[in-house]
């Protein structure tokens, strides 16, 4: 996760809360199937917005890739699928 780790801290202006949480999700999600995984995005997701933040696209990307990485092929391609209705 080193590599990821670079990703998000080279993220213009990320708010340390967001980078909390990022971490947070791709950390505590890492093995876990796309349908345990998905509740926990949206949680993510609204946590972020009672502090009146939200995920941009290229942060939710970077998610996604860091929690692909421990994913069979199978849920790497269903991950992919429902990429862009997340994004």
């Known amino acids: 996760m080193s ?6 801290r080279n ?5 340390p ?10 950390s505590s999600c890492q093995g876990k199937p796309l349908e ?3 509740p926990d995005l949206m949680a993510a997701a609204s946590r972020l917005s009672e502090q009146g933040l939200s995920f941009t696209n290229e942060e939710i990307s970077i998610i996604m890739d860091g929690l692909k ?7 790497q391609q269903r991950i992919d699928m429902i990429r862009p209705l997340i994004m």
């Open 36 to 38: 345990l995984i998905l």
């Open 17 to 26: 809360k967001k980078l909390e949480i990022i971490e947070f999700v791709i």
């Open 11 to 15: 993220l213009s202006d990320l708010d």
């Open 69 to 75: 990485e421990t994913m069979s092929p199978e849920e």
């Open 3 to 8: 590599d990821l780790s670079s990703q998000i």
